[in-house]
């Protein structure tokens, strides 16, 4: 099992960077592929970025691509999303993810409870 918790989310304004971590109690982050997901108010839940159990492989939403970062760092049992050049329609609050490939359509049995991101313009 595996219990996922994030942080690093708030107000910025649009330009601006945030860094969300995602760190696991239980299992840890490096046995599993690892995602990173949003919902805007009024919207469906969309892919952002995901990374393989590997790490050789990432994958990235064409929206947040050449903007966003994911990564891990296995040491510290965390998956961190690097968000640069923040734009309005950024904001949402975001999920992390665990599952077996990293991918935006695969499946991810266990959730974090989402940490809200606000990008002012």
């Known amino acids: 099992q595996v219990q996922l918790v994030e942080s690093g989310g708030g107000l910025v304004q649009a330009g601006g960077s945030l860094r969300l971590s995602c760190t696991s109690s239980?299992?840890?982050?490096?046995?599993?592929?690892m995602a990173w997901f949003r919902q805007a108010p009024g919207k469906e839940r969309e892919f952002v970025a995901g990374?393989?159990?590997?790490?050789?492989?990432?994958y990235y939403a064409d929206s947040v691509k050449d903007r966003f970062t994911i990564s891990r760092n296995s040491a510290k049992n965390t998956v961190v999303l690097r968000m640069d050049s923040l734009k309005p329609e950024d904001t949402a609050v975001y999920y992390c993810?665990?599952?077996?490939?990293?991918?935006?359509?695969?499946?991810?049995?266990?959730w974090g409870q989402g940490t809200q991101v606000t990008v002012s313009s």
């Open positions: 993810a665990a599952g077996q490939d990293g991918g935006p359509t695969a499946v991810y049995p266990y």
């Open positions: 239980g299992r840890a982050v490096s046995n599993y592929a």
């Open positions: 990374l393989t159990w590997s790490g050789y492989n990432t």
